[in-house]
């Protein structure tokens, strides 16, 4: 079955601007995370969403934001661009049925953003 | 918040040597803590994982060790190989699917 799939897979875009990124996750399953990947701050989660709602957030600020739609598909929006968000945007993506936790968690290829 | 600790951040290795990568959580809650494995350029990729009512388990060359009274988790590769070679991240789960990933380490696997 298909895995995390996320577009674009790369994008420029310059100071100021507003980006969209898109998620589909495995089918069947119905939780889809963010996280952003830079050489200097590592693997950090945004948030992410079960059953359209959010559940969990991470320590970014309010110009990032994200949904989630009836199928699971998600979609992550960053608005007033600045350089230091050029990275990595992984989706990842679980069944979600452990509201605590221990779910299975698989990444999508990621959405490399340059900032200009 | 919480916070993974992960040990070395780089590790070098002889082909067929075994590799230990070492992380502490701070996080008594926690009870998944996976391992990832990404080769330059591409995704995480999950190689193992163990759950906190399990203290060992292993997949072929790949082990993981867990301890929760001392809350550290190992990754140990044996037998390892040029392919091995990429930065490998330990991660823990308390809360939904939120993971909170060490710093990485950097697997260089010579011939």
């Known amino acids: 079955k298909a895995g995390v799939t996320q577009t674009p897979r790369y994008l420029i875009k310059t100071r100021g601007q507003q980006v969209t990124l898109s998620c589909s996750p495995i089918?069947?399953?119905?939780?889809v995370s963010w996280y952003q990947q830079t050489p200097g701050q590592g693997l950090q989660f945004l948030f992410e969403y079960f059953s359209e709602t959010q559940r969990n957030k991470g320590n970014f600020p309010g110009r990032f934001s994200g949904r989630q739609f009836s199928n699971s598909r998600s979609e992550m929006n960053v608005s007033t661009l600045e350089l230091g968000d050029s990275a990595l945007y992984l989706c990842a993506s679980s069944l979600g049925d452990r509201y605590l936790s221990g779910n299975t968690i698989y990444f999508g290829e990621g959405s490399w953003l340059t900032v200009v | 918040g919480e916070n993974v600790e992960q040990h070395p951040s780089t590790l070098s290795v002889q082909e067929g040597d075994s590799a230990v990568i070492k992380c502490t959580y701070s996080d008594s809650a926690s009870n998944y803590f996976p391992w990832y494995k990404q080769e330059l350029g591409k995704r995480p990729q999950l190689i193992i994982d163990i759950r906190s009512n399990v203290g060992e388990k292993k997949d072929q060359r790949i082990a993981v060790t867990l301890n929760k009274t001392a809350k550290h988790f190992s990754l140990h590769i044996t037998e390892t190989q040029p392919e091995d070679s990429a930065v490998y991240f330990c991660a823990d789960n308390n809360a939904g699917n939120m993971l909170t990933f060490g710093g990485g380490t950097r697997l260089m696997v010579k011939p």
């Open positions: 089918s069947g399953h119905r939780s």
